[in-house]
């Protein structure tokens, strides 16, 4: 085979699970999604172009970059370093400099940095930012008294974090949230004994996996405001989204290992590990919005849905805790619904499922407005 045929195949690979693929547990299915989890979502529907190669140091290591064009994500830019077993990507919208002609590919014989359009990164030059963040969770009507199985964390302006605890847990007895409320625990704590200024969210993710010790597992998204823009790690199906101007700039892609079994940190090494998590860096600038939820968000609505109700809040002038409020009422009132497509039924349709209307879940939605410090 190739290297531009093995590339290819790759990229298809990894754009599976990306924007619209749904994730979770069909309701006739038994409910809850299993302790089990990978990546399933839709094949791009047109290819622009790719290139790729060893990377700097040799070895084991390589990389690609490419771009596709879909429904979702017209001009899509992938890029992926692959380190002996490990690996890191980033997707966003093509820069403009981007270029995918013969000439071009030959001379960017150089390993691409893991970063989504990074010409925007000029936008935070002299501009220390902030999050200001809100939540908003509404467990599942049946989980109600108990609490649910979500659990997330807000701190000091600078990073938030969400799980989603695998319900099936529930049917051997053991509480599913208590994982996920342990493991966003034990995150916060390690954040705060990293340098403020240089958080390093894999040793986060992983202080975090070896310090919960409850039986359960769960997915998990953490995100950091740095010099560098958004950091994020994620594991599973709970993600983020970046809007500007009334776009989405960024979405994290799922990862599940077939539908209903997301990817998911259990304590010990019987699951996944932390070292299956992707890892993004997205360059922001003053007025992004970041929106952060669990699977109950995302199965529910779809990004222009979410993007309609940030655009009309913060044109009103609400607090992101307002914003995360009315996102979290309007996922509730979809899945809710059984008249209408949503996100998680056309993944069960493309499962080969007969499934048509929302899903009702634990929600969890965090709003974090991208803000300069005054001077």
Known sequence: MSLAVALRRAAARLLRGGAGAPRAALPALGGARSPV??????????????????AAGGGASWWFRCAVSSVSRPGLLVEQLLVGGGR?????????????????READGSQPEKSVGTSDKDMLAD????LLSGSSYLPHPDKEETGGEDAHFIWDEQAIGIADGVGGWADLGIDAGQYARDIMSNALTAIEEEPKDSIDLTRVL?????GTTVKGSSTACIIALTDQGIQAISIGDSGFLVIRDGCTLFKSPIQQHDFNTPYQLESGNSSDLPSAAQVFKVPVASGDVVVAGTDGLFDNLYNN???????????AGLEPQVTAQKIAALARQRAKEADRQTPFSSAAQEAGH????????DITVVVSYITAFST
């Open 37 to 54: 989890r990978g990546l399933q979502g839709r094949e791009p529907t047109g290819f622009l172009g790719i290139w790729g190669g060893p």
């Open 127 to 130: 501009r220390p930012l902030k």
């Open 206 to 210: 992983e202080k975090a996996h070896n």
């Open 305 to 315: 849905d979410i993007t309609a109700v940030v655009v009309h809040a913060t044109r």
């Open 88 to 104: 890191s990507f980033a997707t966003g919208a093509v820069p403009e400099e981007v270029s995918f002609s013969p000439a071009a």
């Open 354 to 361: 007969r499934y048509y209307g929302g899903k009702l879940d």
